[in-house]
């Protein structure tokens, strides 16, 4: 069964740094989202992307985050001076071609933030 | 601010019994439902989703929506220890023709043996 996949699993960097998360959507699917869940929270939404572009955003995505689809399979999101607040689970997701379609995620990557 | 409310628990139930879970929604214009459980550590698998109003089944699972009331419920048949898990509730907002799930904090289920 096609999954989403996502590395690394766990990516530990010190404050100041740029991180680049990466995601391999499902390989039909042309919707991409990001989301992120702070250890004892709620998943929340940052960003959703189609056709090459962000579609939403949500007040968390500031100018320190960005997204690519560098290539017809990778989904990045990239972090460019890293806070301690960021530390949390990353978690990409993608659905179909219609946009109510289910939302599959993948396994996440950790971030901390030192 | 669009919200999703989920008594956080822990819900326990004995093995075998009906796990009630709920959700409530503010957003009016949200069109479409999901159940997600998340085992500790891990990123959320669906269970469900549920677009009209009334029940929808799938094995042991039931997903019911109330759009007047802006509810949405999920019932396990049957638990079992390994549905132990917490179960998040999402709506979908559509307000520009793309999706952007709005999750719940989720509520802890106990299903003992």
């Known amino acids: 069964e096609p999954e989403v996949t996502q590395t690394p699993s766990h990516q530990v960097t010190q404050m100041g740094q740029e991180v680049i998360l990466r995601c391999v959507p499902i390989?039909?699917?042309?919707?991409f989202y990001w989301y992120r869940q702070i250890l004892g929270q709620k998943v929340e939404f940052l960003v959703s992307?189609?056709?090459?572009?962000?579609?939403?955003k949500s007040e968390i995505f500031d100018d320190q985050f960005s997204v690519e689809r560098p290539d017809g399979s990778n989904f990045t999101l990239k972090i460019r001076s890293t806070k301690l607040e960021d530390s949390a689970m990353y978690f990409c997701?993608?659905?179909?071609?219609?946009?109510?379609?289910?939302?599959?995620f993948g396994p996440g990557t950790r971030l901390t933030v030192l | 601010q669009k919200e999703v409310e989920q008594n956080s628990g822990p819900l326990s139930v004995p093995e075998g019994a009906i796990a009630s879970l709920n959700c409530t929604y503010s957003?009016?214009?949200?069109?479409?439902f999901f159940w997600y459980r998340q085992y500790s550590g891990k990123s959320p698998e669906l269970i469900m989703s549920?677009?009209?109003?009334g029940d929808k089944e799938d094995g042991r699972f039931t997903a019911q929506l109330n759009k007047a009331s802006q509810y949405v419920s999920l019932l396990i048949r049957d638990s079992q220890p390994s549905d132990s898990a917490t179960y998040l509730c999402?709506?979908?907002?559509?307000?520009?023709?793309?999706?952007?799930?709005?999750f719940g904090t989720g509520t802890r289920l106990l299903v003992s043996p």
């Open positions: 992307f189609y056709n090459n572009e962000i579609s939403e």
């Open positions: 549920i677009y009209s109003n």
């Open positions: 997701a993608s659905n179909g071609r219609v946009s109510a379609d289910t939302q599959y």
């Open positions: 999402a709506v979908n907002l559509e307000n520009t023709g793309f999706q952007k799930l709005v």
């Open positions: 957003d009016r214009v949200s069109q479409s």
């Open positions: 390989s039909n699917h042309l919707y």
